[in-house]
């Protein structure tokens, strides 16, 4: 079992589309974050959280620490969201973190 | 303040060649981490280490496989007598001072070993 799950795998949006993307954990985490990986790309960090709710322009992340969630929710998507979105974990105790198979996203104009 | 940085981007190998990646990390950090992304598969921890120190090496393989971070220059993660097996994405993260700080990924080393 892995430590980290993610839904959907896959998701095909229109642009312009409300887009959820969900992260469930098993361990107790000090941190969450979500990550953005394009095709042939390197990753870049869009959020870093240990609680509530964090909004970058139309991106917006939660966690529930209680229900071990998260979501990433995506606002007005558009062509240049399509990516993979990862979420990755960092136990309390331990130096790794711990990692989503990822969310495949591609937005059709 | 620049980020972590990878080189080379890409590196293509024969079987049997050794591979050298080469991770610096953001100015001011201490602690650096691989990870590895095989092919249809997600990020796996590979080995943590700080100046002069492997932390925690439980991810990598125990054959071929190495890691350094000397008190001058990058870390280096350094492969022998290559296999296709091999192939994957290298990402290097690091973070400032102890192990729950947070990690900044660098754009990763693409292996492709023909």
């Known amino acids: 079992k892995n430590e980290v799950e993610q839904s959907p795998q896959n998701l095909t949006a229109q642009e312009g589309e409300f887009i959820t993307i969900n992260c469930s954990y098993s361990v107790g985490i000090s941190a969450l974050h979500w990550l953005q990986q394009h095709p042939g790309g390197g990753i870049v960090s869009l959020f870093m959280?240990?609680?509530g709710k964090k909004k970058h322009g139309r991106l917006i992340a939660t966690i529930n620490i209680q229900e071990k969630h998260s979501s990433l929710h995506i606002t007005a998507s558009h062509p240049r969201d399509s990516a993979v979105y990862i979420c990755a974990v960092q136990p309390n105790t331990g130096n790794q973190f711990y990692f989503g198979t990822g969310t495949s996203l591609t937005v059709i104009p | 303040n620049a980020g972590v940085m990878q080189n080379p981007r890409h590196l293509v190998r024969r079987r049997g060649q050794e591979a050298r990646l080469r991770c610096s990390p953001m100015k001011g950090h201490s602690h650096v981490y691989w990870y590895r992304q095989l092919p249809e598969e997600g990020l796996k921890f590979m080995v943590y280490l700080q100046k002069e120190n492997i932390i925690d090496e439980s991810g990598m393989p125990k054959e071929r496989f190495s890691a350094e971070f000397p008190k001058e220059g990058p870390s280096i993660l350094r492969i022998q007598q290559v296999v296709r097996g091999d192939s994957a994405a290298y990402f290097c993260a690091s973070s400032p001072r102890l192990a729950g700080d947070p990690q900044y990924f660098g754009p990763g080393t693409r292996l492709t070993v023909l």
């Open positions: 959280l240990s609680s």
